[in-house]
């Protein structure tokens, strides 16, 4: 999957998507697949970034899998996700304009999983944030299956997706502390592990990923990424405007964000200064030295295109089409279904 920063809206309806679909059942309440944060911010878990695991180098070095050692990890606890909250929805509604109590009830009162929600960091006139969504990466070398004494988590070879199989998982949670994500969750009433299954169900009928497909922005692309002519393809390998998120970690993410472009920022007098609003230094301690290269790329096709010269890069990121997303992932949902009722009508 590639994310295109620049046009997240930070609406969450890709949160809602995979909440209505994967994680309504017992157990499941406080768990969100997809979370939208803001950032600069703490993020889901709260400091998740802090929080260790995947791979490390002695010596340094970014990325790459030889010679990496496990880094240790924390396993974040409940309160650090944000517990589910419900609320006392009859008084609420029967109570006067203006007064209505909202106070969330059970849980923590003082953090949620999306508590600094376009808080951001800078000062006005500079201020600053953007939305960062974030799922599982069916990282390549994936923290989380190396870390189970179990052997309950895999890769497919056929697409990559990575999995926990229920029945082998004896919730030991090695895996959430290992993955530096932090993006496995534990099923106290099931007993196991659980997290984002990229939609396997859905991709298997050709149908792309509810949080994509659900997208009102238009943000993420679909694909596999040695399909040359595919979206993924055209945008991390060639054009290379698309970088995964955190490489130092080790693990390889198969989850690609192109980073946000900002307005300048504005001197004492409230004129441009000509520096992006966003540090760039903090853009590169989140996708690495390369976002440079990329800001200057979608900066440079942005230009030609003032100047009233085509774009490749700018067509396939703007996506008309809205089906041009999800690569061979163009099935409607309802299609399946339709395919589904029709063949247990013919049995019958
Ligand atoms: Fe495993 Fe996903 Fe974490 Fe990668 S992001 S280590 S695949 S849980
Ligand atoms: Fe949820 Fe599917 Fe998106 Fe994963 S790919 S976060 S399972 S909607
Ligand atoms: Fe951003 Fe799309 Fe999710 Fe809305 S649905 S928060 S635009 S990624």
Redesign the pocket.
């Known amino acids: 999957m590639v994310m295109d920063l620049n046009k997240c809206i930070g609406c969450h309806t890709c949160s809602i998507a995979c909440k209505r679909l994967w994680t309504r059942r017992e157990g499941m309440e406080a768990m969100w697949w997809n979370t939208v944060n803001t950032a600069p911010g703490e993020g889901t878990p709260r400091g998740w970034e802090g929080m260790g695991?995947?791979w490390e180098r002695p010596g340094g070095g970014r990325e790459g899998r030889d010679a990496a050692q496990p880094r240790p990890g924390h396993l974040p606890t409940l309160r650090e996700f944000g517990e589910a909250w419900s609320f006392d929805h009859a008084a609420s509604f029967a109570a006067p304009a203006r007064a209505v109590p909202v106070e969330p009830q059970g849980g923590d009162p003082a953090w949620g999983p999306n508590w600094d929600e376009d808080v951001g960091a800078g000062e006005y006139p500079n201020a600053y944030y953007f939305y960062l969504p974030r799922i599982?990466?069916?990282?390549t070398h994936?923290?989380?299956?190396e870390a189970c004494p179990r052997q309950a988590?895999a890769k497919r070879a056929e697409d990559g997706i990575?999995l926990i199989d229920e029945d082998r998982c004896r919730g030991y949670r090695f895996?959430a502390e290992?993955?530096?994500?932090k993006?496995?969750y534990f099923n106290a009433v099931a007993g196991v592990s659980q997290?984002?299954i990229f939609c396997l169900p859905r991709l298997e009928q050709g149908v792309a990923n509810a949080c994509a497909r659900q997208c009102p922005g238009r943000v993420r692309f679909v694909g596999y990424l040695d399909d040359p002519e595919g979206p993924i393809h055209r945008l991390v390998t060639h054009w290379k405007v698309a970088l995964p998120l955190h490489p130092e970690y080790g693990?390889q993410?198969n989850v690609f964000y192109v980073p946000p472009l900002s307005p300048p920022r504005l001197d004492a007098a409230g004129n441009p200064t000509g520096e992006p609003r966003i540090p760039p230094a903090y853009l590169e301690s989140l996708f690495g030295p390369e976002v440079h290269a990329a800001l200057r790329t979608l900066e440079g096709e942005m230009a030609r295109r003032r100047k009233g010269e085509t774009s490749e890069l700018l067509d396939v990121l703007i996506s008309r089409r809205w089906l041009d997303l999800f690569g061979p992932f163009t099935r409607h949902p309802r299609e399946v279904e339709r395919v589904r009722s029709e063949t247990r009508e013919a049995r019958t």
């Open positions: 695991g995947g599982c990466n069916h990282c994936p923290a989380c299956l988590i990575v895996c290992a993955c530096p994500y993006k496995i997290k984002c693990t993410p």
